[in-house]
């Protein structure tokens, strides 16, 4: 049976009829959870997948680091601070000397924390312990977070912490433009227009494209967001 659906699959026009017919007929049959907010949409993923996600992973996690590391290196940047650090894969790849992760979610710094146990360079918070005892860094740091903050009141509040955060330079990864996003926990926004209005001190000094834009037919490997390192 498996043999003769792998052949179904393979014919030109039939194939693609057939796979997408099977994936309609698997979401009817395994609805999304309902999305509820921002943050228990998060803290229900990192318990179930442990896990942020494509984008902290393989060659895009790659190309991220790449060019975070050259811009450290570069500025001679010795510390940094990350809003929205998720599962930690990504840093596995950084070459910060020191660092400071913050997320809403508690099993994400869960995940962490044992991660980075033998690594006394860096240093982990939940979202609410942080904002009790906030503390700067030479850079903050955005990857992949900004188009996952649905509500306003997210936004706004995100941002200003990223700005306050930040003694020389932002460094955010992120789509950046004002459109709906293509599932419930994904909305795109131009953040540069907030820049302009409420952190105009703050001025864009590079922008790098994605080495991988997106694809539709390749999601997994492939994003929308690009990078901007603003300066003041």
């Known amino acids: 049976m498996k043999s003769l ?3 179904i699959g393979s014919i030109p026009i039939i194939g693609p009829a057939v796979r997408s017919l099977t994936r309609s007929i698997y979401s009817y049959l395994n609805p999304p959870a309902e999305f509820l907010s921002s ?3 998060w803290e229900s993923r990192y318990s179930k997948t442990g896990n942020s996600g494509a984008g902290s992973y393989g060659r895009l996690a790659t ?3 790449e060019t975070i590391n050259s811009f450290v290196a570069r500025h001679s940047i010795e510390s ?3 809003f929205g650090c998720g599962d930690g894969n990504q840093l596995l790849l950084a070459n910060y000397p020191t660092y ?3 997320d809403v979610s508690r099993k994400a710094i869960e ?3 044992k991660k980075f146990e033998r690594d006394s360079s860096k ?3 939940v979202l609410d312990d942080f904002d009790l005892s906030p503390v700067t860094a030479e850079m903050s740091l955005s990857l992949d977070v900004i188009y996952h903050l ?3 009141h997210a936004y706004r509040d995100y941002m200003r912490r990223l700005v306050r955060a930040a003694n020389r330079f932002i460094c955010i990864y992120s789509s950046n433009v004002q459109m709906p996003g293509h599932v419930d926990h994904i909305k795109h926004r131009c953040f540069t227009d907030w820049f302009s209005v409420y952190a105009s001190d703050w001025k864009l000094i590079q922008t790098i494209r994605n080495r991988y834009p997106y694809d539709f037919e390749n999601p997994d490997e492939t994003s929308w967001a690009d990078f901007y390192f603003l300066a003041r």
């Open 150 to 152: 649905i509500e306003e």
């Open 39 to 41: 943050q228990t949409y």
């Open 123 to 125: 240093r982990f918070a």
């Open 63 to 65: 190309f991220k680091a």
């Open 100 to 102: 400071v992760g913050v």
């Open 80 to 82: 940094t601070i990350e």
């Open 111 to 113: 995940l962490c924390r």
């Open 5 to 7: 659906r792998r052949e």
